[in-house]
Nanobody, 119 residues
């Protein structure tokens, strides 16, 4: 099993920055492959923001390219999302996600952290 704990959300003015962190723990932590961030605004579906593989490859939603950066610590157990030039439309609950590959594939979610960008 994997537990994911997010931190770093909050209220920021448009143009500001925030850094989200997600720490993974549990018995499957060494089998984590991809880690990513998703977000869900009120009344909308949960969408991918950014993902990073165990090899360090990254992929971003078009709406955040050039503004957000995803990274991962050397142990691979903590993932970060640096968010710059924030816009009101970035307001959402941000969720951490971990993809585990053992004999079977497992997927885990964090509890979410609120990011609110005021205009």
């Amino acid at each position: 099993q994997v537990q994911l704990v997010e931190s770093g959300g909050g209220l920021v003015q448009a143009g500001g920055s925030l850094r989200l962190s997600c720490a993974a723990s549990g018995s499957f932590v060494h089998s984590i492959k991809n880690m990513g961030w998703y977000r869900q605004a009120p009344g909308k579906q949960r969408d991918l923001v950014a993902v990073i593989t165990s090899g360090g490859s990254t992929n971003y939603a078009d709406s955040v390219k050039g503004r957000f950066t995803i990274s991962r610590d050397n142990a691979g157990n903590t993932v970060y999302l640096q968010m710059n030039s924030l816009k009101p439309e970035d307001t959402a609950v941000y969720y951490c996600n971990a993809d585990v590959l053992r004999t079977l594939r497992y997927n885990y979610w964090g509890q979410g952290t609120q990011v609110t960008v005021s205009s």
